[in-house]
Structures are given as C-alpha cells and as structure tokens.
C-alpha cells in the first residue's frame, strides 16, 4: 500500500508540472450542490486520491488528464471523476471538500464556430491566412470573419504565436504608422512597444515603397515584428 501512494504521489507530480505547457480551452467553476459529498459509485479515475497543495494544482491535474470533467477537493487530497455527477449518483459525506466541474470557455467556442484556433495561455483566437493579400484586402476578410488583424501588443503573444506559424514566414498583422507613430489598427489608444521589434526593425520607412505597416515573422529563431509595405502581399492573420 505505501508504494502504491508513491507512486500516485509520483503521478500526481508528473501531472501538476507537465499540465504548465497544455493548451486547455475549459475552465473550472465551483458547485456548492456538490460541496462535503464524494461521487462514491464512479470515484475516481486514479482509485485513489492524487495528491495536490491546493484547488488549483487538484484543477490542473483533472485537466491535464483530459478524461476527467469534474472533482473534489479537500486539503491535500484531489477527488477526481468519470462524469459529472448527477441525483442519481451515490454520494458519502466527506466535510470540508469543494467541488467544481468543467465547463467550456465562451470565448474558445466563438472561436471554433468560425474555425479559429484558441490559444489559452494569451486568451487569443487566431485564424492564420495562407492566402496572399495586402493589408486593406487582409483587414477585410478579418472582418468579414467578425475580427481584425491581429494585435500583437505584448510579448507572451508573440512567442504564442510562433508554435502556430510557419518559420521564415512574414504574416501581415494589425499595426500601421500613421501620423509619425506605430498604432494598433484595432485600438490606436494602444502605446506600441518598442522592444517588440525584431533586430534593425524598422528600417524601411525610406525604402521605396515605404514600409509603413506590421508584420510578425518567426525568423532566426526567435519571433519579432518587422515594418512591411502596405501594399505588398503577405498571408495574413485574424484575430476574434
């Protein structure tokens, strides 16, 4: 029995740090029906309670198994189930335990209805355009989708973005030099920051045709933004 609780609390482990770099588009939302009872007749996944240091680290575990929709919690001790429960269940009295159940993410299934990509850890959805256009036609069709071009204005959603995108490839985005200064199509209110800028970016303000709006681009190894001309085709991304 002692091996077996280490190797639960080994597992336990291996889920609470590897669930850091999931992409999960569900939250959890507490139900006090459910608070102080155990769902005795489908309890649990694991036979027996993993081991977390809080709700959230026990709501990290149930997501990254991905089989588990609903779970209890109390002190260290992670209850997790096959489905969430229902009156029909068999429950025991445990005092004390939370319970919250799994439900989708408003935002991600707005996203999915129209074929765009959620990616949680920004709260973005994207759709990437292989199609060729200049920036007004890319708008355009981004908002023909309910969008826009996508606003890259921080830089956790540049290195989001760069697991989705082809290396080595220049993607129109939202940002445009208007009245001396880099804006946000989407909110002009929006200060660009200057350290988004990939290195010697920008430097085409003088070339002919100037470059006077964004694009993002994964080159090099790393992910920046670089100043292109407006009128130039490149594929494209929306944002919703």
Known sequence: MEFRRVFLLILGLYFLIDTVNSNHIHFWRRNEQYDNKIIANQFNITEEPLQA?????????????????????????????????????????????????????????????????????????????????NSTDAAEKCQSDGGHLITLDTTEKLHALSTFVLQKTLYQIGLEKTEGNWRWTRDNTLVFDPSLWYTNEPNGQNSSPPELCGGFCKCGGKPGIFDVPCNTPYPFICEY
């Open 53 to 133: 240091q809080s709700v959230t680290s026990c709501g990290r575990l149930c997501s990254n198994l991905r089989r588990s929709p609903a779970f209890s919690y109390m002190e260290t001790f992670c209850y997790m189930y096959n489905s969430k429960p229902t009156d029909s269940d068999i429950f025991t009295t445990l005092g004390g335990a939370v319970y919250y159940s799994e439900e989708p993410n408003a935002k991600s299934i707005k996203g999915a209805d129209k074929m765009y990509t959620y990616l949680d850890g920004v709260d973005l959805c994207v759709q990437v355009y292989s199609d060729w256009r």
